[in-house]
């Protein structure tokens, strides 16, 4: 699985080209701005886009939904919890599949109720509810600290420390990270009680 990760925009967002090499299908993560970019990586690469995934549902992460998905002639895909338009809706779970390829859906509520993960290949694209260095805002609307606690620490904590990250916006000291790593550095994932978190959440 090749990853095509690109800073796009004035938010520091980044939109993931994700190619299976077997057989050159692939899928587009998060498309906003910069799609000429986009357009270009899977053009140059001969790439068949199959789906268009939104990590959550928050306009930086979507508006270029309909432009690549109508260009490319795919389908989009979205948590079911989502309130925008799209073809396909996933579950905690499920799995997408493209080429030989395949990512497992983690809904991971918090930032948004429709936020979600996709992890396969020693690879987890982690939208915004996981950033190198720090985690995604529960201030916005859909947003709620006691469920960012349960994703970060029952979910995400849990899995392979090996996991390459590959978050929704360039905020960190590097454009990747791991999980391990993000274990041991990132302040918003030390061990604490959910009322530490949320004191801790609350208090920025």
């Known amino acids: 699985m090749k990853v095509y990760q690109l800073e796009v925009g004035n938010m520091q967002n980044f939109t993931y080209v994700v190619e299976d090499e077997e057989t050159q299908e692939a899928i587009v993560i998060d498309p906003s701005w910069e799609l000429d970019l986009v357009m270009k990586i899977?053009?140059?690469n001969n790439l068949k886009i199959k789906y268009v995934i939104n990590t959550h549902h928050h306009f930086d992460h979507t508006i270029g939904n309909?432009?690549?998905?109508?260009?490319?002639?795919?389908?989009?895909?979205?948590?079911?919890?989502?309130?925008?338009?799209?073809?396909?809706?996933?579950?905690?779970?499920?799995?997408?599949?493209f080429g030989k390829s395949e990512l497992t859906v983690f809904h991971t509520p918090g930032h948004s109720k429709d936020s979600m993960?996709?992890?396969?290949?020693?690879?987890?694209?982690?939208?915004?509810?996981?950033?190198?260095?720090?985690?995604?805002?529960?201030?916005?609307?859909?947003?709620?600290?006691?469920?960012?606690?349960?994703?970060?620490?029952?979910?995400?904590?849990?899995?392979?420390?090996?996991?390459?990250?590959?978050?929704?916006?360039?905020?960190?000291n590097s454009p990747t990270s791991t999980i391990g790593k993000e274990k041991k550095t990132n302040f918003v994932m030390q061990p604490r009680t959910e009322e530490e978190f949320l004191d801790f959440m609350n208090s920025d």
Do not use: W
Request: charged letters at 20%; glycine letters at 12%.
């Open 42 to 44: 899977i053009e140059q």
């Open 66 to 97: 309909d432009a690549i998905a109508k260009h490319t002639n795919s389908k989009i895909i979205q948590h079911s919890a989502s309130t925008l338009k799209n073809d396909i809706q996933v579950s905690h779970g499920d799995k997408i599949k």
């Open 117 to 172: 993960c996709l992890v396969g290949d020693g690879k987890i694209f982690s939208g915004d509810t996981l950033f190198v260095g720090n985690c995604g805002r529960i201030d916005l609307p859909g947003g709620n600290g006691k469920e960012l606690y349960h994703s970060i620490f029952d979910i995400i904590s849990k899995l392979d420390d090996m996991l390459i990250m590959y978050p929704g916006h360039n905020y960190g």
